[in-house]
């Protein structure tokens, strides 16, 4: 596995409120522990990436309400087996999907591919492969409303412009690249552009952008839903900051797993 590494700075966030120095501290930590991380072994890191693959695949879906436990998850995506009674088809093929979805999301880096819209839209397709034929890989043509949440994403008629404006300005970017992976993620789960699947979608893009700057595959567990939840929406109130913690904080988990 090759991972690509880019120049890595950091500045004020978009919303231009000034970063707080522990999260300054944090993030000059993380790119000593990036460069350690860099020069592992090729059998550890697919080892790493194997564990870590399983574990972005089980909590992305138990985020989503998925009920597998991370045993079932490893057992339907490694050795093919079915879990015990009680088990939907649904939560299977979720599984299955999520898992492949990663894989793609690993070929795209080791191949330096660029963030595009038609690479999302191939993402969410396999993410909702035999869940929703009609609608995996296209964009909504209606509204979504998002449970639990005031926020109510833009018209359909202006998501793939929305889109492209969003993937443009992460090309432009010269923030840290954690803070621009957590403002991304916020910025489409916003944005809602699917009628299904956004989160699950969302945080393949959060690790292929972290992947791309050199970071292992980060985890947002599922015993974190709600915090991250708020998070989210507090990022609606013009506060990104418990988004791009809880963002470091699982690169961080991810970097001190791989130095053992």
Known sequence: MRLCKMALTVETDTSNKPIPDSLLEQLARLDAKRQTFSGMSAPALESLFGRLRIE????S????????????????????LAPGQGKTLREIYEARNHYAAVKEVERFVAENRDISSRAILNLH???MR?????WGG????????????????PNAVRVGEELDALLSWVGQSALHPVLVAAETHFRFEALHPFFDGNGRTGRLL???????????LT?????ERAR?????????????????????????????????
């Open 138 to 153: 296209r964009l909504r043509n209606a509204p979504v409303f998002i449970k639990g949440s005031r926020h109510t994403p």
């Open 56 to 59: 972005l695949t089980y909590s």
């Open 228 to 260: 991250y939840l708020d998070a989210l929406d507090q990022g609606h109130a013009g506060n990104l900051l418990p988004l791009q913690s809880l963002v470091a904080a699982a690169v961080e988990r991810s970097l001190d797993l791989a130095a053992g």
């Open 206 to 216: 959060l690790n292929w952008q972290l992947l791309h700057a050199g970071f292992p």
């Open 61 to 80: 879906n138990a985020i989503e309400g998925n009920t597998l436990s991370l045993r079932e998850t490893q057992l339907v995506v490694e050795e093919k």
């Open 219 to 223: 985890v947002i567990q599922v015993e």
């Open 125 to 127: 397709q396999i993410v």
């Open 130 to 134: 035999d869940l929703d034929p009609t």
